[in-house]
């Protein structure tokens, strides 16, 4: 199979996560010629020029050497009549031109061809042809000419320039790349609600004049007991207590579910929820995963950073900045603020990693793009990992905008040491008093030690002189048996101090690290290097006049404050859509990772504008925002099925009713650990049952992953990648992996078996049937205090009657179990598993 073969494939392949550390020096030309008004110009065309009249010395080492190669082994598949992957290696224009994978030859820069690449065997992808490498002076000949400049018969004949493929302008149109705008609230015309209290949200204006156009009406509101449920499931992931509710349906103020959704913003509880959603978002895990499934022991400090931070309504902006250079905010003299920012980078380091990875310049490379792939979708809703390789397919971000911005992160240190297996970066975050407490104990450990010493050599000293010059090595058992004894005693003194030395807390984190832009990696591999690329921002989002990124800095604070800026079309869009999501159970814009050309456009694009900026407007606070989504009337609406309605807008897209959902997994553990009695509220901390960087599997297969016994809320379940709980995942948890701001809610069988067989609900039924019976009550009575729990509302006198019918027959059943001392509770642990395994317990209305 002749080159050109091989080399068809080679070209139009996409390395998909190929990385780079490499950094070699480009031609001062090509780094002059980096910019252009509408891209960078290719270095073929830079190094064409240069090479305009090569000398006939030249032409004769091509004639000679360079087109005989190409003949017999490319010009078979790559010629006039045959040009594979759009690829033409008989003409020079057709090698500067390229096929489906850019251009297969840079004159003068052998490290960027990928013809180069491909016959050099030195990306183990790109081995062309796979069946007999070239010989090593083929090889060599070929370098050297495309060292030279290529020289040609053609050079100076051909004008080949590649400018990128984005056009900028055209891009800008895209919706989500416009400026925010604040459209006017709109006046409603139908006489159905023109004159109730649903206009009084601008929500509801901007909902209802859609609806208007559609001729929709509309469903009433929710009854108190549907909405108080309703709204404590979705702010703090538990159902409200009986006594809750009693003092909400007791409220006929106007301001009642105003009170409700401050108190439950008020609740600790709302961060462990909300800050739920947010570790969605970061691909929070409580381990590394891939390949080494070593411990992330100090992951659980930025859990509760988030978790904090979401209680006190830390402003968003603040909230990104930190996380994305915590470590650059100057703190003053506030160290518990600066050992807050340094926990917060703790999002840069909480990806999967092959931390076994042989070529270490490509595992930097991965663990980048990982970082840039969870910022662009997570932050700003772009798929920036698709520019890796190529120019975006669809969104105007070019080649030259992702290693802009992987120059950044290149200088920003990630990992304290590539060397397998590799170890992510942690900063000390001790106190004073935490080090001033450890510098005494080695203090006392350097004393401990000196006194051992001091001991032996005073004892040597009284021993007789030994025969010879050297000293016995058993010289300490001709000690006195006093001095013997008290060695002894100091060794065991020094050995209890060493092992209850004091371990300083150290939390997953960033720092800056050797600054440096980074070269385009062609094809995405580290192994074909192209143009040099400054540091800077996305040139469709940040234009082409950005002012230079200082020089000893990396550009990571910098980017912070450029993605929270007020104005930032993107930032405040892609959040307000995703607590209207995690609200309503879908976005205003569906494709909430996905705000580019791809994704799916905003069913309600004023509405997103107006919240926006409100959002924006008002400091950027969460808590504002879910206020203002509660109070509208769509929040508040029944569920139920309106058939005029649904027959024009079956999808509820312009929200004529609230969409009935089924709680997700954390919620359902948690509402059964709360109806049971059995949850322990107690916040923060470390649940991981192994030490920081070690294994949660050993090389015999033993699991040290443990979930057994856990009644903490769902957010402390240690998340192990590539072991999650398994009840999480028959209920739609995220693999923890990538972010996944859109959960799927599926409804399969083996949710179903899980309920009525899995030792999680046998154990949470029974505590629960305790709960019942620990006070003397009519059957009738347990049952209504069994559904208030639940449902949140009393059992129908049907319900009751039905009940306790069963009661009885369960009783006669388990009393014929010769096994089962208590036929009673027996019973009762069946009526609560039915209770807690119905439809009524799992969903929202």
């Not at 979705?234 to 007791?250: C, S, Y």
């Not at 931390?355 to 969870?374: F, G």
């Not at 154990?763 to 019942?772: F, I, P, V």
Request: with cysteine; glycine share 6%; charged share 25%.
């Amino acid at each position: 199979m002749t080159l050109a073969h091989h080399l068809c494939g080679f070209l139009n392949y996409d390395v998909g996560l190929m990385n780079h550390l490499l950094h070699t020096l480009r031609t001062l030309l090509t780094v002059l010629l980096t910019f252009c008004s509408a891209g960078v110009i290719s270095a073929a065309e830079t190094a064409e020029s240069k090479n305009a009249e090569p000398s006939a010395e030249q032409i004769r080492f091509f004639e000679n050497k360079i087109r005989p190669l190409l003949a017999n082994s490319c010009y078979d598949c790559h010629n006039e009549d045959l040009q594979e992957s759009d690829l033409r290696l008989d003409t020079l224009a057709g090698m500067l031109t390229g096929g489906k994978a850019g251009p297969a030859l840079l004159p003068g820069n052998s490290k960027g061809s990928l013809i180069v690449t491909a016959v050099t065997y030195r990306d183990n992808d790109l081995k062309m042809p796979p069946e007999e490498k070239l010989s090593d002076a083929q090889i060599a000949d070929l370098t050297k000419w495309v060292e030279m400049g290529a020289p040609h018969p053609d050079t100076g004949k051909v004008k080949i320039q590649h400018a990128s493929s984005i056009d900028l302008e055209k891009g800008r149109q895209h919706w989500s790349f416009q400026p925010l705008v604040k459209h006017e609230v709109p006046a409603v015309s139908n006489p159905a609600v023109s004159n109730s209290a649903q206009v009084n949200n601008p929500i509801d204006a901007f909902l209802l004049a859609q609806l208007d156009e559609k001729n929709i009406t509309p469903v009433p509101p929710a009854d108190k007991r549907t909405l108080i449920r309703r709204a404590t499931f979705d702010l703090i992931g538990l159902p409200p207590t009986p006594h809750e509710v009693d003092v909400f349906l007791a409220d006929s103020s106007a301001d009642a579910f105003q009170k409700v959704i401050d108190r439950l913003l008020a609740s600790p509880h709302y961060g462990e929820r909300w800050g739920r959603h947010w570790l969605d978002v970061v691909r929070y895990a409580d381990s590394n995963g891939l390949d080494e499934n070593v411990a992330h022991g100090n992951a659980w400090r930025y859990r509760d950073y988030v978790v904090n931070s979401l209680n006190a309504d830390k402003p968003y902006n603040q909230f990104l900045t930190e996380q994305l250079a915590g470590d650059l905010i100057d703190a003053g003299e506030d160290l518990s603020a600066r050992r807050e920012n340094l926990i917060a980078t703790g999002y840069l380091v909480l990806g999967p990693k092959v931390l076994a990875e042989p070529d270490k310049s490509k595992m930097e490379m991965d663990i980048i793009d990982e970082q840039l792939d969870t910022i662009g979708r997570g932050l700003i809703g772009l798929t920036m990992g698709c520019a890796r390789c190529h120019d975006h397919k669809f969104d105007p971000i070019a080649q030259k905008d992702y290693y802009a911005l992987a120059g950044i992160f290149k200088s920003t240190r990630t990992m304290e040491s590539f060397v397998t297996i590799a170890k992510w970066n942690e900063n000390l975050i001790a106190t004073a008093e935490e080090t001033q407490h450890k510098d005494k104990h080695d203090q006392k450990i350097k004393e401990q030690k000196a006194t051992i010493e001091n001991l032996i050599a005073t004892a040597k000293k009284e021993l007789p002189a030994p025969t010879g010059e050297t000293v016995p090595k058993d010289v300490e058992k001709r000690f006195p048996e006093k001095t013997q004894t008290e060695l002894k005693k100091l060794r065991e003194e020094l050995k209890q101090l060493e092992e209850t030395l004091p371990e300083l807390p150290t939390a997953m984190g960033v720092k800056e690290g050797d600054i440096a832009n980074t070269q385009v990696h062609v094809r995405g591999s580290h192994l074909t290097l192209g143009d040099n690329v400054p540091r800077r921002f996305p040139l469709v989002l940040a234009g082409t006049e950005q002012a230079p990124i200082p020089e000893g800095e990396s550009g990571r604070l910098q980017f912070a404050k450029w993605l929270t800026a007020d104005d930032h079309p993107l930032t405040s869009r892609v959040i307000v859509n995703r607590v209207w999501r995690w609200h309503f159970g879908k976005g205003l814009v569906p494709t909430v990772d996905n705000f580019g050309l791809r994704g799916q456009p905003p069913t309600h694009p004023e509405l997103l504008d107006w919240l926006a900026i409100q959002f924006v407007e008002q400091g950027w606070s969460l808590k504002t925002l879910h206020r203002t989504i509660m109070l509208s009337a769509a929040y508040q609406r029944q569920s139920g099925l309106d058939e005029r309605a649904a027959s024009i807008d079956p999808g509820n897209k312009f929200y004529w009713r609230y969409d009935l959902h089924r709680l997700d997994a954390e919620s359902i553990r948690d509402a059964l650990l709360a109806v049971s009695g059995t949850l322990d509220t107690t916040m923060g901390g470390s649940l991981v049952p192994v030490k920081n960087r070690e294994f949660f599997f050993n090389h015999t297969s033993e699991d040290k992953a443990s979930y057994e016994n856990i009644d903490r809320r769902s957010i402390y379940v240690p998340v192990v990648r590539n072991h999650l709980y398994d009840v999480f995942k028959l209920f739609d948890y995220t693999d923890a992996s990538v972010l996944n701001g859109n959960r799927e809610s599926s409804t399969i069988a083996p949710q179903a078996l899980m309920l009525l067989n899995s030792d999680l609900m046998t154990k949470l039924s029974s505590a629960t049937a305790d709960r019942l019976l620990e006070t003397e009550r009519s059957s009738a009575e347990r049952i209504n205090q069994l559904f208030e729990l639940a449902y949140s509302r009393p059992a129908l006198m049907a319900e009751s009657d039905q009940i306790v019918n069963y009661l009885r027959q369960l009783e006669v059943l388990a009393a014929r179990d010769e096994t089962d001392t208590e036929p009673t509770h027996k019973a009762w642990q069946m009526i609560c598993q039915s209770v807690l395994s119905s439809s009524e317990f799992l969903y929202v209305r």
